[in-house]
């Protein structure tokens, strides 16, 4: 009986056919009873079952723990190897086609962002000069007695125009009315009228430019300072450190004016 | 019994040691368990049968998984592991599958 052990062969288990009806009353018994009494036989097979059990569980820890590539032959590493290759030879040139692309928007933002600080230089600038902003900076602050009240309006009107030839770029009537270029000077029975509000004397002028040069400027021959004197009135010129011109005047856009580029 | 216990005990024993698989065992030893698994089943069938011998369930469990690993190694070899193991699987799968039919005739008579 030995020599025909288990299903060594695939055909067995027609030839078993004929032994099933035989033995399949006592093979359950005989099941129970091996179970109940060892034997020596058993003991080997008890041994080779525990190296299977051994052997079945260390690989299949192994297979767990185990990378991917663990068990690959040389070919299909050789292969994993030029697809990873490929991978990443697309990756980088995704990564350059992005670095471009970032660079572009750096460069657009950066020459937006100068254009911008330009504007607001300028139109700061722009703002100071037509009087639409305040303006602070070094200076003299000019006041004028006029007790017989003889100071006439072109003497004023000349003093403007000499600070304004002398480099002024903010003036101010009384800390209230700002001087541009379309401010108006007037007279009428009540006195003085700068761009429509009355100014009474002892009138006071700030004005904003190079102190020295703009001082000098009143101070020539013949010049406004000797006009108020003439007049019984007389010139203070004061150098704060810093000159206030904090009254604006609203912005117009041109009507008729338009660009000529 | 004891091959019961032997079972249970080999499979411990691998939990707690968790030994790492040598390189040159790592190729070879998944059909070992297979070649062994179906040693067993074939084993298993010829008690129910009635014709259990443990001299010769010992050499055809050692000489099935010596066979398995030597046609793996072969293959290797030749450059054709991948499908001879392939081969060698499907060829046990079919023998334990016709080992546990007649098992479970013979235990649920069915």
Redesign the interface.
């Known amino acids: 009986?030995?020599?025909?052990?288990?299903?060594?062969n695939?055909g067995a288990?027609r030839s078993?056919a004929n032994?099933?009806d035989a033995?399949?009353a006592?093979?359950?018994a005989?099941?129970l009873a091996?179970?109940?009494?060892?034997s020596?036989?058993?003991?080997?097979?008890?041994?080779?079952?525990?190296?299977?059990?051994?052997?079945?569980?260390?690989?299949v820890?192994?297979?767990e723990r185990d990378d991917t590539y663990?068990?690959l032959?040389t070919s299909?590493l050789v292969q994993v190897l030029n697809g990873l290759n490929a991978q990443s030879r697309r990756a980088d040139s995704e990564i350059a086609g992005l670095e471009r692309t970032r660079r572009q928007l750096t460069d657009q933002t950066q020459a937006r962002q100068a254009a911008v600080d330009r504007a607001k230089d300028q139109a700061q600038t722009l703002g100071i000069l037509a009087g639409t902003l305040p303006a602070e900076g070094p200076g003299i602050r000019i006041t004028v007695n006029d007790p017989e009240g003889k100071v006439s309006l072109n003497n004023l009107l000349d003093a403007v125009e000499e600070l304004r030839a002398a480099g002024a770029e903010a003036m101010e009537f009384d800390d209230s009315v700002r001087v541009i270029a379309q401010t108006s000077f007037e007279q009428d029975d009540s006195g003085l009228l700068v761009d429509g509000h009355q100014v009474d004397p002892p009138y006071v002028i700030d004005v904003i430019g190079d102190p020295s040069t703009l001082s000098s400027a009143l101070n020539f021959p013949l010049g406004f300072s000797y006009d108020v004197k003439a007049n019984d009135g007389s010139v203070k010129v004061d150098k704060p450190t810093t000159v206030k011109v904090s009254s604006t005047v609203p912005a117009t856009a041109p009507t008729d004016a338009t660009s000529g580029q | 019994m004891i091959a019961v216990v032997g079972l249970v005990v080999g499979i411990v024993l691998g939990l707690v040691l968790k030994p790492d698989v040598p390189l040159w065992l790592e190729p070879y030893l998944p059909i070992a368990v297979v070649a062994a698994l179906d040693a067993v089943f074939g084993a298993l069938r010829a008690f129910l049968d009635g014709i259990f011998n443990d001299k010769v369930f010992v050499i055809s469990f050692v000489s099935n998984v010596v066979i398995a690993a030597l046609i793996v190694f072969v293959g290797d070899k030749l450059g054709v592991g991948a499908q001879l193991s392939t081969g060698v699987i499907v060829v046990l799968g079919i023998r334990i599958f016709s080992n546990v039919a007649a098992i479970r005739r013979h235990i649920f008579h069915a």
Request: no cysteine; aromatic share 6%; proline share 4%.
């Open positions: 009986m030995p020599e025909r052990f288990g299903a060594e695939l288990e078993d032994r099933f033995g399949k006592d093979s359950r005989r099941l091996t179970l109940r009494h060892p020596r036989g058993q003991a080997v097979g008890g041994v080779l079952l525990g190296l299977l059990g051994f052997a079945m569980v260390t690989q820890q192994s297979n663990a068990g032959r299909d």
